[in-house]
Nanobody, 126 residues
Framework: VQLQASGGGLVQAGAPLRLSCAASGRTTFHMGWFRQAPGKEREFVAAITGTDGKTWYADSVKGRFTISRDRAENTVYLSMNSLKPDDTAVYYC??????????????????????WGQGTQVTVSS
């Protein structure tokens, strides 16, 4: 699968931004968003299952970010509100194949995702 992330940009603190991640083909995957700031390790942001749409969030973004998907377009979104300078990072979307209809747990570690998009830069100015 190929993942195409888009929607990043430069915004002021408090502004909203929505990232998109389009997956090639029609196969549904478990999807995740991760981010990496300069000098820091890549960290989990949000995830959504491909089976039942359950979602998970990092504590740092809970209540401000929302992950969602459009199955018809095979696209996952990350809607970000109340952005802070600490949210500045390159944001990556990732995909993982669904193994069964019971495969509905959250995958929160980057090593659990074999497929990655190219990243999109989000910069939040104070």
């Amino acid at each position: 699968v190929q993942l195409q992330a888009s929607g990043g940009g430069l915004v002021q603190a408090g502004a909203p931004l929505r990232l998109s991640c389009a997956a090639s083909g029609r196969t549904t995957f478990h999807m995740g968003w991760f981010r990496q700031a300069p000098g820091k390790e890549r960290e989990f942001v949000a995830a959504i299952t491909g089976t039942d749409g359950k979602t998970w969030y990092a504590d740092s973004v809970k209540g401000r970010f929302t992950i969602s998907r459009d199955r018809a377009e095979n696209t996952v979104y990350l809607s970000m509100n109340s952005l802070k300078p600490d949210d500045t990072a390159v944001y990556y979307c990732a995909a993982r194949s669904i193994t069964s209809s019971r495969d509905n747990r959250g995958y929160l570690r980057s090593r659990e995702y074999p497929f990655w998009g190219q990243g999109t830069q989000v910069t939040v100015s104070s």
